[in-house]
């Protein structure tokens, strides 16, 4: 997590994820892991709004660097699941940057943005590692359209529909719902309930969420990170009978499905107390 971060994670908006029938209909059998990680290099602040703006609409956690040295320190210290990379940036510029990329061996995806469409500049970049090139200007959808190519190389491929228990999660849609019944999520309440549906029944600590939920400006030192669990909580499970996301005191989180969840990791009682079971003492007797 950046050392320059500061600032708090931006209030999410409140109203329900949705994604229109159109959209919805151009899916895949398989669909992309939503719950990723972004760096956008781009030195035009109206450029940088736009696609950011766009990308965390669509549940992904995005840091932004204006230069190639800040995006080449940016890398340094983060963890990306793949870099939007222009090309005229100042120095180094994007060239340079994707080439260091690749001669320290880092194997995350590079999609170039540029205003120049010329065959050599679109040669130049690949030949120094870029996995992908999209021409200034662009349409968004595009974008996005690409990102999931690139996405669907570097990752396993999902089905659609996820789910544990009685949860279950359409990442087509971003969409989930609980034993049949509708769940209204924020942007970031559902990146956060996909990541912890991918990482069902299995403990993931503070540290990996915000590494893959949230991006720089989130502050560690926040109870953000408890504050989304909890309104998660409410939502997946309002009776809090199932015991579906519970907390590891010290470890983190766990989404277990298991009936028996509540009890997991306790030593059954028979077998704790030393005391003998009552079936066993009739056979004695």
């Not at 210290?77 to 100042?90: F, G, Q, S, T």
């Not at 970049?125 to 996405?151: I, N, Q, V």
């Amino acid at each position: 997590m950046s050392t320059l971060a500061r600032s708090r994670e931006p209030i999410d908006d409140p109203a329900p994820f949705q994604e229109n029938g159109e959209d919805c209909a151009r899916r895949s059998a398989f669909t992309y892991y939503a719950a990723m990680r972004i760096l956008l290099v781009e030195d035009d602040p109206g450029v940088r709004r736009f696609v950011v703006k766009g990308l965390r609409e669509k549940a992904y956690a995005v840091d932004t660097a204006a230069t190639g040295e800040d995006a080449l320190y940016q890398v340094d210290i983060n963890e990306y699941d793949l870099i939007i990379l222009d090309v005229m940036i100042p120095g180094p510029d994007g060239f340079e940057v994707c080439r260091r990329l690749r001669q320290a061996g880092r194997r995350v995806p590079i999609l170039m943005l540029t205003a120049r469409d010329a065959v050599e500049d679109r040669v130049s970049g690949l030949d120094r590692g870029a996995d992908d090139y999209l021409t200034k200007p662009f349409e968004f959808r595009e974008l996005l359209a690409r990102l999931r190519a690139l996405l669907r190389r570097s990752t396993e491929l999902h089905p659609p529909q996820l789910s544990v228990g009685d949860l279950v999660v359409d990442t087509a849609a971003q969409s989930a719902t609980s034993s049949g019944h509708s769940i209204s999520l924020t942007h970031k309440e559902y990146a956060l309930l996909e990541y912890l549906v991918r990482n069902a029944g299995r403990v993931v600590s503070r540290a990996d969420i915000a590494e893959h939920v949230w991006d720089e400006t989130f502050d560690p030192f926040s109870n953000l990170i408890e504050v989304y669990i909890n309104r998660l909580r409410r939502k997946i499970d309002p009776e809090g009978s199932a015991g579906l996301l519970q907390t590891r005191r010290g470890a983190g989180y766990i989404l277990n499905p298991g009936e028996d969840s509540n009890n997991i990791g306790r030593t059954p009682p028979s077998r704790a107390s030393g005391k003998a079971n009552p079936a066993d003492r009739k056979k004695h007797a």
